[in-house]
């Protein structure tokens, strides 16, 4: 319980997350979704769509410059490049998109068939993509709908309207096939327009104008910083350190690339490289991106303090709104780990400030909102964000939230939540996804625990981080294993990284054990370090506390 880095959505929202997401929020933006969760999620971190800057004398400061200076105060497919190509209309969606729509519909028919465990899932899953195409297709009007959102991953596309350019991408690469830069740029495009709307589809066509850029261009840098950012998108993390690998020998200054090389050893646990991939991004290429990821490597190490001076940096040298709504909501982010929920909300509502479209801060003022008591607010601002971003992080968070209000009707409003998470993730599923990691999550409290057992065990054969050892401790403990759990909560607590949702868990599996002082010095630092990290979690936390009095 609680969010991860995702990424949930690669570092998600720096995910995700959220994670998340989870966290994952953070792991999946420039800074963070997805390292989740957020990743990141991430989790969905990773900065597609600008064309490189060139390498001039001038210099920003970098992140290690700032830890020595005092802180400051606080086509749709294609745009008919070839006549073999098919062609879609521009996807100028946001808000509760067609596509949001499109995965209720999928979930509401998904839980008809609950009894027999979503038989017929692919069928009912090509109904519902099948929906979304016929409300994207080529030859109906768009839909006129609010702009999206400005605040995307620093440096796509200049930091203006995501849906706008990639519209004028489409109508360039009409009129200009053979042009290999606009088509790494469009795929990027896709890629952040898939973390920012929550929507997976948008992933193989990325992987098609990103193919296509390397077809005109083989081993263009661009196409190639596109590719890793689009394997981190989808949790293959080792894809995405190789691609970036390969762009960063064609331009050792590629940020992308740079970026994308410390999400995918963060992503895979090798934090060691992680750190000096860090510390070489901000030789090369400091700003924003490298920034965030520099500041993530310190937090996983325990060093919050280094972490928030260099996002306080990076925040006073940002200019874009864009910008400063990312970097303002992971230090909200950052100060929500570690229980100071006022200088959260202070940071969200800057972000907001420059960008109140902006979902990453709407859904961490939402957590900050139901951490400080004001629940109603909390739900309020929690289901404007799963309308319009389904995410297995804020989904499960809303349901938890209308479990802990307990109103008539809460019960089944959470089962709904609960049940769009297993939607979304046969949708990722079906588009390149790995979703193991939260499938497990989700699952371990809210579905099938057996399912929550095999995903876990399966992320961590692919990759060995603190958050798939709390995921996997977590999934061992409701399938009744907490001897076999006992390690791997340990090991998730082990770097340093200051996370209540791990302390709890590794509590509760203490007690389980028998290991009561543990267990009970556990619980405690959760609660001293963040007292509302879940809406069900702290509550079971302090129970549990209770008990062993």
């Not at 060093?303 to 928030?308: C, I, K, Q, S």
Request: hydrophobic share 40%; charged share 25%.
């Amino acid at each position: 319980m609680g969010p991860r880095r995702q990424d949930d959505d690669a570092m998600d929202g720096r995910k995700g997350s959220t994670g998340r997401k989870g966290d994952s929020e953070r792991k999946n933006g420039a800074g963070q979704e997805a390292m989740d969760g957020r990743a990141g999620s991430v989790d969905d971190r990773a900065t597609p769509g600008r064309a490189e800057p060139a390498v001039s004398g001038s210099r920003s400061p970098s992140a290690e410059d700032i830890t020595h200076r005092p802180a400051k105060p606080s086509p749709a497919d294609s745009p008919q490049p070839a006549p073999d190509e098919p062609s879609e209309a521009p996807s100028v969606v946001s808000g509760p998109d067609q596509r949001v729509a499109a995965v209720r519909r999928f979930a509401a028919a998904g839980r008809r068939w609950r009894g027999a465990q979503l038989v017929g899932c692919a069928a009912l899953l090509a109904v519902a993509l099948t929906g979304g195409a016929i409300a994207l297709g080529a030859g109906r009007a768009p839909v006129t709908v609010p702009a999206a959102s400005a605040a995307v991953d620093p440096g796509v596309l200049g930091g203006g309207d995501l849906d706008a350019s990639i519209a004028a991408l489409q109508a360039h690469l009409r009129t200009q096939p053979k042009d290999s830069g606009s088509w790494a740029t469009l795929g990027l495009a896709y890629v952040e327009q898939a973390r920012t709307k929550g929507d997976p589809a948008r992933y193989p066509q990325a992987e098609r104008a990103l193919s296509r850029s390397l077809a005109l261009a083989p081993d263009n840098d661009q196409a190639l910083a596109g590719r890793a950012a689009l394997a981190a998108a989808r949790h293959d993390f080792k894809d995405a350190l190789a691609y970036a690998d390969r762009a960063l020998r064609q331009n050792p200054y590629s940020e992308r690339a740079l970026s994308s090389r410390i999400d995918g050893l963060v992503e895979l646990g090798r934090y060691a490289e992680a750190w000096k991939a860090a510390e070489t991004a901000d030789t090369r290429k400091p700003g924003v991106p490298v920034f965030t990821r520099y500041a993530y490597v310190h937090e996983l190490r325990g060093d919050v303090a280094t972490a928030r001076r260099v996002l306080e940096q990076a925040l006073a040298g940002a200019t874009s709104p864009g910008d400063i709504a990312y970097v303002a909501a992971q230090l909200g982010q950052l100060a929500w780990n570690q229980g100071d929920y006022r200088t959260a909300l202070a940071y969200y509502a800057r972000a907001l400030a420059a960008d109140d479209t902006y979902l990453p801060a709407l859904e961490g003022r939402a957590r900050a909102q139901a951490a400080s008591g004001d629940r109603a607010a909390a739900i309020k601002g929690m289901e404007t964000v799963v309308s319009r971003y389904p995410l297995p992080g804020p989904l499960v968070e809303l349901g938890e939230l209308y479990e802990a209000r307990g109103a008539a009707g809460d019960q089944a409003r959470a089962r709904r939540q609960y049940a769009l998470v297993d939607a979304w993730i046969a949708l990722a599923k079906a588009n390149g996804v790995n979703a193991d990691l939260d499938t497990a999550l989700a699952a371990a409290d809210h579905g099938d625990k057996a399912a929550a057992l095999r995903a876990a065990r399966a992320e961590w054969a692919r990759r060995h981080t603190v958050h798939t050892a709390d995921a996997l401790a977590w999934a061992l403990h409701v399938n009744g294993r907490d001897a076999e759990a006992l390690p791997y909560a340990r090991q998730a607590t082990a770097t340093g990284y200051r996370n209540a949702a791990f302390l709890y868990h590794r509590g509760v599996i203490e007690l389980a054990t028998g290991d009561r002082p543990a267990g009970r010095a556990s619980l405690t630092a959760a609660l001293r370090l963040n007292p509302g990290f879940s809406p069900l979690g702290a509550a079971e936390a302090r129970t549990a506390l209770e008990a062993t009095k």
